[in-house]
């Protein structure tokens, strides 16, 4: 069963950087295998998918929020996923989730069997 941990996340002032990883917690299991997806939620707002990185590496998505300052990647040497979030802004506040589903393409958020514990963002000066 594959179990998700997020790492990353933390307080960081408007414009700066976060990296936030994705790992999981079987090392036998290797997330190459998983559509691996990133969704966020605001206090208010409703989930929002962020970013997802398909299987093989197929396809990759970003909402338009976050198109141009966050890279999905995986990093094979750890087995993880890292979203690399830059120009970071105050509406990007959020608890962020990774998801997994053994679909080959990104999809929707029923479709994803595994998440993670969630990790903290906030953005502010």
């Known amino acids: 069963q594959l179990h998700l941990v997020e790492s990353g996340g933390g307080l960081v002032q408007p414009g700066g950087s976060l990296r936030l990883s994705c790992a999981s917690s079987?090392?036998?299991?290797?997330?190459?295998?998983?559509?691996i997806a990133w969704f966020r939620q605001a206090p208010g707002k409703e989930r929002e998918e962020v970013s997802c990185?398909?299987?093989?590496?197929?396809?990759?998505y970003y909402a338009d929020s976050v198109k141009g300052r966050f890279t999905i990647s995986r990093d094979n040497t750890k087995n993880t996923v890292l979203l690399q979030m830059d120009s970071l802004k105050p509406e990007d506040t959020a608890v962020y989730y990774c998801?997994?589903?053994?679909?080959?393409?990104?999809?929707?958020?029923?479709?994803?069997?595994?998440w993670g514990q969630g990790t903290q963002v906030t953005v502010s000066s």
């Open positions: 998801a997994a589903t053994q679909y080959y393409y990104c999809s929707e958020p029923e479709d994803y069997s595994s």
């Open positions: 079987d090392v036998t299991l290797n997330l190459n295998y998983y559509t």
């Open positions: 990185i398909s299987r093989a590496d197929s396809s990759r």
